[in-house]
Structure formats: structure tokens, C-alpha cells
């Protein structure tokens, strides 16, 4: 995934995910909860209510979801103006009904919640920011002015102030508390989601890079010998045909051929076969092909490949899956970028399990972000700790991220420390120094044989379109 889609993914319109049928339908819910709540207070408890102006503040919103609905598709998404207008106008509206009815003392204030609620979820954050302060001013008039609700005899229906001031504050408070909630858990949830399509398309990339490296090596294979039979004995002819300059172009020719037939196989595309031998490998192969677009980046990357102390296991034999190989490989490039001029990966096993461990000797993760590391687009939260360590360097999580979840996809489970720092008298001091990401899988979940053989390679089976 390039830069420019991260972009994307970061900048897209959050309201664009609303569909105008969506809040019109919503509104026509409260229009009609809005009637029904009004006749049963008229008829059912005989309240006194300012019919008319009620009637037409309804009407209003009636109104304009009739023009909505007849101006704009159904099927519209809204724009962020859009969006923040419909939800300040059910604000406003909402607000006058509430003066006519009571203001505060009206039960049904808790209603005006809801806009602000959905504007958390779908607006930028000054959208939702200025719908908050509106419906807190909204709440705040009608809780000084408003006109009473009266019973039938001409008594008025007051809170005891005490109880009038709480609902004010409840309503503010639950304003501000709900709108930061909603907006929290939908943003994760939104950057949670966006990880995971990048994750995909990385793994998708790194799948057609498999599949395409297998179908070259193959096709290399199974064609290089008649290729190398072919331009032995057109040179053969060449030496024999010195005296017939025609047939000797001829052989020529036929040489010239076989070597464009050999650059061909090195850069086309699907064609050939799939070998199955190149479906499984070493382990040690596998970590070096995972480091080896980094190798030459300027550090010095060394390898210790060893099994555990006792361990009498060979080496696992392990499937070349795309998630190990671009898992591993974002881990070590994280490394890379970080380090200062070492970077160490050490692979180990056991009877059990298989280790990965991969160490740099830069400043380690910041402190700040180490219990969230493997979370997409984390971002630091103190720059005066970790600002100096990783200068010009805006990173977001999302290659740790897509790192973990594939690694995680193959069965393995991943531990990110810090290595004590040593002072130049050799002790240990209390700032950590380089990077140590750790990846662990168990034996069963990764090797694919029994007691470390190869397993039967069987006929090769053609790719199918």
C-alpha cells in the first residue's frame, strides 16, 4: 500500500458514509413520536399546550423532509455540510418544541442527545464540536425561558429547581460524555478497519509476488535444458557452417532465439509451471529471504541461526507462506530504518516451538507508545521524550500493525521490549536502548512434515486461468 492510499484512507469524508434516506427516515420517526407525544398529553392528561406554534414548528420539520426528499435522491450521500446542517436543523427544531412544551420540565429533552450522538459518529471533529456547543446553548436557553406546561385547573408543572438545575447539567454533561464516546469507539473502529484493508492488499501484493517468483523459477527450470541443448548445437553449427554464410545466419539466428527465450522466461509473467519444491523451505531460508531487500541499506545485518541449548531437532522445514515473509520483513525493516549501525536476528527452536528474534541498536521504542505498539496509527503522545529519538520521522503503527496481524494470521505470537542500555563503566542504566521484537510460534502450527523431511513433491499441476 503506497503512501498516497494511507492518504486516502485518513482524509476521506467521514459524513460520505450517510446516506440521505438514512436521516430523513430518522426524522420522520421523531416527527411522528413528536405528534403522538403531543396528543396524549392534550387529550390523555388534559395539558395545556400552545397548539398552534407547536403545530407549525412539526410542520416544519415535516416540510423539510418533504423538500429533501423531493429535490435530492434517495440514494445521496451527504457532504459534510450537508450532514452538519440536516443534524442543526433537528437540533433547533427540536429545541423550539421543547420551549413550547416546558423546556426543561419536559421529560423528552433527553431527545436532543441524539443528533449530537450521530454527529460524533460520522462528522470531523469541528462539526461535531460546533453541534455540541449549539445543542448546549440550546439547552441552556430553554432551561431559563420556555413556556409552562399547565394542567387543566391552571397548575403549573415545575421541577423544584434543585432537580431543574440537575437536569440541565445532566444534559450538558451527557452532551459532552456521549459525543466523546460515540466519537472514540467509531474512530477506532474506523482505523481498526482501514489497517485491516491495508493489511489485506500487503498480503494480496505479497501472494502475486510469490506466485510469480514460483512461476519463473519453474518455468526456468523445466526450460533450461532444452535452452542450453539448443545453443550448444547451434554453436556447434556455427563452427560447422563457417563456409555457407547463409545457413550459418540461419544457426545464428537460432541462437540469438534460444538467448531471448531466456530473457523472456526472466521477466514474464503468468506463464509455466508451479513447483512444489519451491513451496517449502528452511527456516533459515525463509528469514533471509524476508531480510534480504534490507541487507544492503547501509547497517550490518548478521545472523545466528541455532537450536535451542539440548534441542536435538533439525532444522524446521517450514511452508514459504506470503504472511511469514512480508510479517518478517516489515519487523526488520522497522529495525533497519531505526537502528544506528547493527541490527542482529537471531533464530532458534526447540522440540516445541520456533523463535525469531530481531534486535537493533538504536533507541528503542518509545515509551510513551510501547503498551499500544501493534495497534494501527498510533501516534506519540510525548514529544519531549521521543521527539528527539526518531527525528523527521512521522510513523503511525501501520507496519508494526500489518506486521503483527499477518504474523499472527500464521500462528505465531509477538513480544516487544526495549534492552537495557550499558553506561561506559558496563552497568545497566535505566534508559532503554534498541528495539527487540521477538516472535514465537509453536512447532505443530508451522512445520508442515513430520521429523523434518521434505514431503512428496508429486506431479506438478498446471496454473489455471
Known amino acids: 500500500m503506497t503512501p498516497d492510499d494511507l ?8 459524513s460520505n458514509w450517510v446516506r440521505l434516506r438514512t436521516l430523513l427516515i430518522l426524522r420522520w420517526f421523531a416527527i411522528g413520536g413528536q405528534i403522538i407525544a403531543i396528543l396524549v398529553a392534550t387529550r390523555y392528561y388534559d395539558l395545556r399546550i400552545e397548539a398552534g ?4 414548528t412539526i410542520g416544519a420539520a415535516i416540510v423539510a423532509n418533504l423538500l429533501t426528499s423531493f429535490i435530492y435522491p434517495e440514494n445521496k450521500r451527504l457532504s459534510e455540510r450537508e450532514a452538519s446542517a440536516m443534524m442543526a436543523f433537528d ?10 412544551t416546558g423546556g426543561l420540565n419536559n421529560p423528552f429533552a433527553l431527545l436532543i442527545l441524539a443528533p449530537v450522538t450521530i454527529a460524533a459518529t460520522v462528522l470531523h471533529l469541528v462539526s461535531f464540536v460546533a453541534l455540541g456547543v449549539l445543542a448546549i446553548a440550546m439547552i441552556t436557553v430553554i432551561s431559563v425561558v420556555s413556556v409552562p406546561l399547565q394542567l387543566a385547573d391552571g397548575t403549573l408543572l415545575l421541577l423544584p429547581p434543585l432537580l431543574h438545575f440537575g437536569f440541565w447539567a445532566s444534559l450538558v454533561i451527557g452532551v459532552v460524555f456521549l459525543g466523546i464516546y460515540a466519537r472514540q469507539v ?5 482505523a481498526m478497519g482501514d489497517a485491516l484493508l491495508a493489511t489485506q492488499l500487503a498480503l494480496a501484493r505479497e501472494q502475486k509476488l510469490t506466485d510469480l517468483g514460483g512461476v519463473v523459477a519453474a518455468a526456468a527450470h523445466e526450460l533450461g535444458t532444452p535452452l542450453a541443448t539448443i545453443k550448444l548445437v547451434s554453436a556447434e553449427l556455427l563452427e560447422d557452417l563457417a563456409d555457407y554464410p547463409e545457413l550459418r545466419e540461419d544457426a545464428l539466428l537460432i541462437r540469438t532465439q534460444a538467448d531471448r527465450c531466456r530473457d523472456i522466461l526472466q521477466s514474464m509473467g503468468r506463464a509455466g509451471k508451479d513447483d512444489l519444491h519451491l513451496r517449502t523451505a528452511l527456516l533459515e531460508t525463509v528469514v533471509r529471504e524476508s531480510a534480504e531487500p534490507h541487507i544492503q541499506r547501509g547497517r550490518d545485518v548478521s545472523f545466528d541461526i541455532a537450536p535451542e541449548p539440548g534441542c536435538i531437532t533439525p532444522q524446521p522445514v517450514i511452508s514459504r507462506r506470503p504472511e511469514i515473509i512480508h510479517g518478517l520483513r516489515n519487523l526488520i525493516q522497522n529495525a533497519v530504518d531505526f537502528s544506528q549501525n547493527q541490527i542482529r536476528i537471531e533464530v532458534s527452536w526447540n522440540d516445541t516451538q520456533v523463535f525469531v528474534r530481531i534486535a537493533d541498536d538504536g ?9 499500544r505498539i501493534g495497534d494501527p496509527f498510533v501516534r506519540r503522545k510525548r514529544v519531549t521524550l521521543d521527539g528527539l529519538r526518531r527525528p523527521g520521522y512521522e510513523g503511525m503503527g501501520l507496519g508494526l500493525f500489518i506486521a503483527k496481524t499477518l504474523l499472527e494470521r500464521s500462528g505465531a505470537q509477538l513480544a516487544f521490549a526495549n534492552a537495557p542500555r550499558r553506561n561506559q ?6 534508559m532503554p ?3 527487540i521484537v521477538t516472535v514465537t510460534w509453536q512447532m505443530r502450527s508451522l512445520i508442515r512434515t513430520a521429523s523434518g523431511r521434505y514431503p512428496a513433491l508429486g506431479k506438478n499441476q498446471p496454473i489455471l486461468d
Open 7 to 14: 492518504d486516502a484512507l485518513q482524509d476521506r469524508e467521514r
Open 186 to 190: 467509531t474512530t477506532e473502529m474506523n
Open 433 to 435: 536502548s534498541g528495539a
Open 425 to 430: 563503566s558496563g552497568r545497566l542504566d535505566d
Open 363 to 371: 533507541h528503542g521504542f518509545p515509551q510513551s507508545v510501547i503498551g
Open 53 to 56: 406554534p407547536a403545530a407549525m
Open 91 to 100: 437540533i433547533v427544531q427540536l429545541a423550539l418544541l421543547l420551549y413550547l
